[in-house]
């Protein structure tokens, strides 16, 4: 735990990335995230943990508005990146997600070859001007996603045709390739063995170097292993926040002593 | 001790696993009933197919071939062009008649040539052949006028009763009351056959030929209804994929899910069940009445089968697109491609399998519709030409294959009975291709993910 702590405090973590005001978020009737308040932190990983249906994945998809493709969603409240709110008028979705990556729960690469997986986004929002530029940016993000040397031998090959890991990673590398400056993981980790965890792992640590990395997680060991700051979610309540090493250590809350003793979750 | 530590009580089976309780034995009975059953109905079903198959096999492929009398005809300038100009207006100023003498001089040298001993006149003889014999004859002169005046093999049709009596549905007693032919007639044919003159063979004027009239059903063809269908099929695919294609995308992906758009979705599934009769009296009001289209043309009767194919491309279209896991379009939103671009990059051509399948089958099931186009004319027109041009194709009057089956279906000489189940057969064969083509090109475009 010791290192944990020293880890966090190796970031500059003063600057606020994002910073969540009053969120609310509606699924038709049900009140599903109660005013949340949270400032999360620039090049630093910052985990949500909390049981099932406690609305940290929802709270995670208000940040790069994936909720706005459910009819029945509504979110109140403010969410800032970089002190600009993403639900005001003048933003455009898809220019937010350009700059917020996801990563998704199941690994969910394109029907096409790995190349294509990558390329699929700098080519929408131009980012490469020529073939050269493109490829470049291909095995860039292939190396950063620390899966370049599996696949540079088979890049034209269906990136279905990889394993769960390597298909997660292809994934990230394909979040990271559109130059996102925060990336989002929903559980990345939950449809892997733990040799493929660790490797996910090891890169989302790598990952905080250069992103704000914001993921949600059902696996307590997990936040502690490659978060700095953790937030604990409970039936839509944002119950505590704080750094990751205090959390696990010595946390404030109540529930959240029972849920990460294993009493409730 | 305890009764658990007692290795007895363990040890003892309460039942053997080597003997069924009556309970299994109930539930394994029911099984095998079950099985009994299903196999019983796929018998059945075999049984009717392999019936279905075999009566239209037998009863159809005697259309395919036909009987012709192969003769030495010697084209009369005398007779045909008096002039000697080889004018074409004035060689197109002899009717019919006119070739009726070369026809008989045909018989006659025929008769001599191969030593055939018969009593009947030569006006008895020309009877054998079919009434289109001197139009066919006709014909050929006028596109070949170069020819007059020499003596050129020339294939006549034979009457129908003749092409009945070569493939066994006329014999002499059947034929006791018929004034179409007589018994010396019948034997003239055999005579004719022994020589070599008479013969049956393939008939591709029945494939692409067009309709005759009732008189001549040996020259009837379904080849002008076949191309009446081919441009009602084309504008069924112009109209019908595109705008189902839209509709579907637009109400799967982009429509909000509100009352609205339920009723539409309810309408377009009713839409699907409402029987063929009442888009073809639709398209009588609206497109014929009211629009003011050309009646029996293959544009209005594509319109028509359009209205009816689209809520089965929209049905299967969105099926398609619901069965594209959402995770795809999550992948494509979260690398910031718009709505749009989801949909056509990533979600588009995994569904398009599926929606390759429906659109055919949907066109499969409009190529065998009949009902509509009885009412906007398309049953019971003779065309006699093929069309020249596109527009033609699409303007002027034509019928359709099933309708022209029902039309031959319809009419008094067996002959035609004959040639109706000939059109199923051709009809059959281009709906097994299609449906042949569905399952290609889904198992080729099909793609994991």
């Known amino acids: ?265 | 001790m305890t009764d658990v530590s007692q290795p007895n009580s363990a040890g003892t089976p309460q039942s053997s696993l080597h003997r069924l309780d009556a309970r299994t034995k109930r539930r394994n009975a029911a099984e095998s009933r079950f099985k009994f059953y299903g196999i019983v109905a796929i018998l059945i079903g075999l049984l009717m197919l392999v019936t279905l198959l075999y009566t239209i096999l037998s009863k159809g492929t005697g259309a395919f071939s036909q009987t012709f009398v192969t003769m030495q005809v010697e084209l009369l300038e005398s007779k045909l062009d008096k002039s000697g100009t080889r004018d074409l207006e004035k060689i197109k100023k002899v009717t019919t008649f006119g070739y009726a003498p070369l026809i008989k001089g045909a018989f006659e040298k025929s008769v001599l040539e191969h030593g055939i001993d018969t009593d009947l006149k030569t006006k008895d003889m020309a009877k054998i052949l079919s009434k289109s014999a001197a139009s066919q004859l006709r014909g050929y002169v006028i596109a070949n006028p170069d020819k007059i005046g020499e003596t050129i093999e020339f294939r006549f049709l034979a009457n129908s009763r003749v092409d009945g009596y070569l493939k066994g549905r006329v014999s002499r007693e059947s034929i006791a009351n018929d004034k179409n032919i007589t018994a010396a007639q019948l034997d003239f044919v055999d005579q004719l056959i022994a020589a070599g003159v008479l013969e049956k063979t393939f008939n591709i004027d029945f494939i692409i030929g067009a309709d005759a009239s009732d008189q001549r059903p040996e020259a009837a063809g379904i080849g002008v209804a076949m191309v009446g269908s081919l441009f009602m099929m084309l504008v069924v695919l112009a109209l019908a994929l595109p705008i189902g294609v839209a509709a579907s995308i637009y109400l799967e992906e982009f429509a909000p899910k509100n009352w609205i758009t339920d009723i539409i979705e309810v309408n377009i599934s009713n839409l699907a069940a409402v029987p063929s009769i009442v888009f073809g009296i639709l398209g009588l009001a609206v497109f014929i009445n009211y629009m003011h289209l050309p009646q029996s043309a293959p544009l209005v009767g594509g319109l028509v089968l359009t209205l009816m194919t689209l809520p089965t491309i929209i049905i299967s279209t969105r099926a398609a697109l619901k069965a594209v896991p959402p995770s795809i379009r999550d992948a494509a939103l979260g690398v910031g491609a718009s709505k749009m671009q989801a949909v056509f990059h990533h979600v588009l051509p995994l569904a398009a399998p599926g929606i390759l399948t429906g659109t055919i089958i949907g066109l499969a099931q409009a190529l065998g519709e009949t009902a509509p186009l009885l009412l906007i004319g398309m049953i019971g027109f003779i065309a006699s030409n093929m069309p020249e041009t596109i527009g033609e194709g699409l303007l002027s009057p034509n019928s359709a294959m099933p309708a022209q089956i029902y039309e031959w279906a319809k009419r008094a000489d067996p002959a035609f009975y004959e040639r109706a189940w000939g059109g199923i057969i051709i009809l059959l064969i281009f709906l097994i291709s299609m449906n042949t083509l569905a399952v290609i090109l889904r198992r080729r475009f099909e793609r994991r993910w």
């Open chain 1, 1 to 265: 735990m010791y290192d944990i702590a020293k880890m966090g405090t190796d970031v500059d973590q003063n600057t606020t990335k994002i910073s969540a005001r009053n969120v609310q978020v509606y699924y038709g009737d049900t009140h599903a995230i109660k005013d949340v308040n949270v400032e999360i932190g620039a090049r630093s990983v910052t985990a949500f943990i909390g049981p099932s249906g406690c609305g940290k994945s929802t709270f995670l998809r208000c940040i790069n508005r994936m909720n706005d493709t459910i009819d029945v969603c509504r979110v109140d409240g403010d969410i800032l990146i970089d002190g600009e709110d993403i639900y005001d008028k003048r933003v455009d979705p898809v220019q937010l997600r350009a700059k917020v990556g996801m990563v998704f729960q199941k690994p969910n690469p394109f029907p096409k070859s790995i190349y294509d997986n990558i390329a699929y986004g700098p080519r929408i929002h131009g980012l490469a001007k020529n073939k050269a530029d493109l490829d470049e940016i291909v095995e860039k993000s292939l190396r950063r996603g620390a899966i370049w040397n599996e696949v540079k031998d088979r890049l034209h090959a269906p990136g279905t045709g990889l394993s769960g890991g390597q298909q997660q990673r292809l994934c990230i590398a394909r979040a990271i390739a559109t130059e996102p400056e925060v990336l989002l993981m929903d559980e990345p980790c939950s449809a892997l063995d733990p040799i493929a965890t660790a490797q996910v792992e090891e890169l989302i640590d790598e990952l905080r170097n250069q992103f704000s990395v914001v993921i949600v997680t059902h696996s307590m060991q997990q936040a502690a292993r490659v978060s700095q700051k953790t937030a604990f979610f409970h039936l839509g309540n944002l119950v505590e926040y704080g750094d990751t090493s205090q959390i696990f250590t010595n946390p404030q809350d109540e529930r959240t002593e029972s849920y990460i003793t294993g009493r409730i979750g």
